[in-house]
C-alpha cells in the first residue's frame, strides 16, 4: 500500500536495513533477529550524505558513545568527563593493568 505522506521513505530505510543485514548476518541467514541491532546501531552512527551529519547526533544532540569506548575510555570522553589528558593516560594504564590481571 503507498501513502503519498511518506514518500517512499519507509521503502528506502527498509531497503538499506535489508542491505545492512545481509552483511551483518551469517550464511543460514537465521540469525537476523539477533543482528538487527547492530545493523540499526551502523546505521545510526553513520554520516548520511544529504543532511552530512549522524542521525543519532541530530536526534539526542550529542555524538553516539560506540560500546568499545565504554570498555576503553577515549580521549573524546575523558574530555566530556572534564579530565585533562594526563589524567585520562593514567586511567587507561590503571585500566589496562587491571584488565591484564583478570587474563
Known sequence: MYYAAANGLAEAFNKTLCNLLKKVVAKSKRDWHERIGEALW???TTVRTPTQA???ALVYGV???LPLEQQIPSLR???QEGLTEEENAQYDLKSWKLSMKRD
Do not use: N, S
Request: charged share 15%.
Open 77 to 79: 570522553i575523558a574530555i
Open 42 to 44: 551502523a546505521y545510526r
Open 54 to 56: 549522524i542521525p543519532y
Open 63 to 65: 555524538e553516539a558513545v
